[in-house]
C-alpha cells in the first residue's frame, strides 16, 4: 500500500501508464504440450470449424506454449458446458459458466460470442447458437431481473433464501443491467454474423419488450419500481443497501443497476459502463425491430430510450479527477458523487470500444483507459508476476486475465499486446486455462480452474490477432 500511495504522490498519469516490461514465467514445469481437452466422445459438442479454425490458426503462431493454450482453450465452452436439445422443433442450448452448474445470461453470451463468424460455415454450430438466443428469451420471460438460472426449474439453488422474489429455476437474482444487454448483443451479433433473421420469433420479440420495460423501470422516475435484494452473508458485497434498493439517487434518465458484472453490489447505483452498453445494445434492438421486424413503433421507442440514457451520460458521467483528469467514473449517483475506479469484469471502463460504446481515440476514453492501467486506479495490482486490472469480488493482490485479454483487445500498441499475451502464457500456472483471477506474487495461487467465458474470451484474443495482427502470432514469446 505504500508503494502506491508513493507512486501516485511522485508521478503524474503520463508517467504512471503502465510500462511493458516482460513479466517473469511461473510455469517453469511445463516443458510438454499434451492437449487438455475431453477425448472428442466426452466433448458436449463438436464443431468442424472450430477445429479447422484451431488448426489453421495454430500453423502460423511460433509460440509453442502459447498455442498449446489455444487449442485447449478456444473450444472449452463448446467441450464441456453446452447442453443442445430441440423441442417441437425449436433449438435451445443451455450453457453453463464451467465450475457452476447454471447459466448466467452475461457469460453464456461472452462465451459462445467468438464462434458466431464460424456459423455460416457449420450449419450443426449456428443451431447451437440459435438456440442460446431461444434459451436466453425463454429465461429472461421467466425473470427480467435474475442474472442466473437453471435447466431443471425443479432444482433448488443455494440462494433461495435471498431477500427478494426467488422463482423456481433461477439460480441467482442480482439486477445487473448487462445481463439483459448480453442477451441483446448476442441476437444482434448472430443477425449480423449469418444474415439469419429466424430467431427473432414471437416468443424473443416478447423477451427485448419485457427487456425495455425493465430497463425503464430502473429510471425510477416515480418510484423505486418492483426490484429489491438483500442477502444474509458474511461479505458485503452480496447485499444491498437501502433495505435492497441501493443508496438514494437523483433521476436523471439513467438506468439503476444493484450489482456489477462481477455479481458484486453497486455503491453507486448508476453503474456507467453498464448503462453506456445499454446505449449501444438499445440501438441494436431499434435496428433489428426496423430492419426485420417493421416494427416503426418499437424501433422508435428503443432509439429514443438510447438517446435519453447517451444525454444523461454526457451530462453527468464525467468527472475531473484530481489525479488523472477528465474520465469516466465506473459508478455515480446523479448528486455529484462518484466512485473512480475500474473492475476487470467487462463491461468495464476499459470494454468501452470492445463493446462499440465509443473509439480507441476517443479523447475521454483514452484518459480513462491510461487511469484504469493505472495505480490511480484503487484495483491495479502490480507484483512479482504481472500487473493488471483485479477487483474487491476476489481482493486485493490479484489479476483477472478476463482484463488482460480485455486490455489487449483494446490495444493498438504491439508491445502492450505482446506484455499481455506473455503474461497470459506466464501464469497459467501450469494447467494450459485461463482461470477467474490469480495472485500478482504466485500464479499458482489461482481461483476457479474451469472458468468458460475467460478461456474463450482468451480464443476470442487469438482469433482477433490473426485476423488484424498475424505478425503478433509469428513471434516467440519470453
Not at 441476437?187 to 430467431?199: C, E, H, L, P, V
Amino acid at each position: 500500500m505504500s508503494t502506491r500511495r508513493n507512486f501516485i504522490k511522485t508521478t503524474g498519469l503520463a508517467s504512471a501508464a503502465i510500462s511493458f516490461g516482460i513479466p517473469s514465467t511461473g510455469n517453469q514445469s511445463v516443458t510438454t504440450f499434451t492437449s487438455m481437452r475431453p477425448v472428442v466422445s466426452k466433448r458436449r459438442f463438436n464443431s468442424k470449424a472450430v477445429e479447422d479454425t484451431i488448426l489453421e490458426i495454430k500453423k502460423v503462431m511460433a509460440d509453442e506454449e502459447l498455442a498449446w493454450m489455444f487449442e485447449n482453450c478456444f473450444p472449452n465452452t463448446l467441450d464441456t458446458t453446452v447442453t443442445y436439445m430441440e423441442k417441437n422443433g425449436k433449438p435451445y442450448t443451455y450453457v453453463i459458466t464451467g465450475d457452476i452448474d447454471a447459466m448466467w445470461l452475461r457469460d453464456s453470451s461472452a462465451q459462445v460470442w467468438p464462434y458466431l463468424t464460424l456459423a455460416n460455415s457449420d450449419i450443426k454450430l449456428k443451431n447451437l447458437l440459435k438456440g442460446v438466443i431461444n434459451k436466453q428469451a425463454e429465461f429472461v420471460l421467466l425473470d427480467p431481473y435474475a442474472n442466473a438460472f437453471y435447466n431443471d426449474p425443479e432444482k433448488k439453488s443455494e440462494w433461495v433464501g435471498d431477500h427478494t422474489t426467488m422463482k423456481p429455476g433461477v439460480h441467482e437474482r442480482k439486477w445487473e443491467i448487462d445481463s439483459l444487454c448480453y442477451v441483446i448483443r448476442l441476437a444482434y451479433g448472430y443477425w449480423k454474423n449469418t444474415g439469419d433473421a429466424s430467431a427473432f420469433d414471437s416468443t424473443w420479440q416478447q423477451a427485448m419488450k419485457l427487456i425495455v420495460k425493465t430497463f425503464k423501470e430502473q429510471q425510477r422516475k416515480t418510484n423505486k419500481g418492483p426490484y429489491k435484494f438483500q442477502r444474509d452473508a458474511a461479505n458485503p458485497t452480496d447485499s444491498q443497501y437501502g433495505g435492497g434498493y441501493g443508496n438514494p439517487t437523483v433521476k436523471n434518465g439513467l438506468i439503476h443497476s444493484m450489482f456489477r458484472p462481477s455479481d458484486d453490489s453497486t455503491f453507486y447505483p448508476y453503474l456507467v459502463s453498464s448503462n453506456m452498453f445499454a446505449v449501444v445494445s438499445l440501438r441494436q434492438l431499434s435496428e433489428i425491430f426496423s430492419k426485420t421486424l417493421n416494427d416503426a413503433t418499437f424501433s422508435a421507442e428503443c432509439a429514443n430510450l438510447a438517446d435519453e440514457v447517451d444525454g444523461a451520460l454526457k451530462h453527468f458521467a464525467m468527472v475531473e479527477h484530481p489525479l488523472a483528469g477528465k474520465i469516466y467514473p465506473l459508478e455515480i449517483d446523479g448528486f455529484g458523487n462518484s466512485l473512480c475506479m475500474d473492475d476487470a469484469n467487462v463491461p468495464n471502463i476499459l470494454s468501452l470500444p470492445y463493446l462499440g460504446y465509443c473509439t480507441k481515440e476517443d479523447s475521454v476514453y483514452k484518459n480513462s483507459r491510461k487511469f484504469s492501467l493505472s495505480h490511480h486506479n484503487p484495483w491495479f495490482n502490480e507484483g512479482k508476476f504481472a500487473k493488471g486490472i483485479g477487483g474487491p469480488h476476489v481482493g486485493e493482490g490479484k489479476i483477472w486475465p478476463l482484463g488482460l485479454v480485455m486490455q489487449a483487445l483494446t490495444s493498438n500498441n504491439d508491445d502492450e499486446i505482446i506484455y499481455c499475451l506473455t503474461t497470459l502464457k506466464n501464469t497459467h500456472a501450469g494447467t494450459g486455462f485461463i482461470h477467474e483471477s490469480f495472485h500478482i506474487d504466485n500464479p499458482k495461487d489461482f481461483s476457479r480452474s474451469w472458468f468458460a467465458w475467460a478461456n474463450t474470451i482468451f480464443g476470442e484474443l487469438i482469433l482477433h490477432l490473426y485476423k488484424e495482427k498475424p505478425e503478433l502470432l509469428k513471434r516467440k514469446l519470453s
